[in-house]
Nanobody
Framework: VQLQASGGGLVQTGGSLRLSCAAS????????MGWFRQAPGKEREFVST????????HYADSVKGRFTISRDNAKNAVYLQMNSLKPEDTAVYYC?????????????????WGQGTLVTVSS
């Protein structure tokens, strides 16, 4: 599975961005997908995950109620709608894929990674 993330950019506090992740591979609908982020000088952290069938989603407490993960299996794509952005959301955002449909917040459970897209939220 190859992943290509896009949609990052510079936005003011309170603004919105929608990240997209395009995936290759015919088994996309059978694998869980996740979004992770890494801020400068910090470790990579879990943001959100969605099961292969999209019936299960999970969010980090820091983004719950502001971010929404979704996927379109017909287009082999996963999205992260980010609203009410805060300066602390500034990071490189990565999409990642599992080998299984079940979700996981652990980045070690994701063997497939995109290249990352930078989100900068100005105060």
């Amino acid at each position: 599975v190859q992943l290509q993330a896009s949609g990052g950019g510079l936005v003011q506090t309170g603004g919105s961005l929608r990240l997209s992740c395009a995936a290759s591979g015919r088994t996309f609908s059978s694998v869980a997908m996740g979004w992770f982020r890494q801020a400068p000088g910090k470790e990579r952290e879990f943001v959100s995950t969605i099961s292969g069938s999209a019936d299960t989603t999970h969010y980090a407490d820091s983004v719950k109620g502001r971010f929404t993960i979704s996927r379109d299996n017909a287009k082999n794509a996963v999205y992260l709608q980010m609203n009410s952005l805060k300066p602390e959301d500034t990071a490189v955002y990565y999409c990642a894929g599992r080998r299984y449909s079940r979700t996981s917040p652990n980045f070690n459970d994701y063997p497939y990674w995109g290249q990352g897209t930078l989100v900068t939220v100005s105060s």
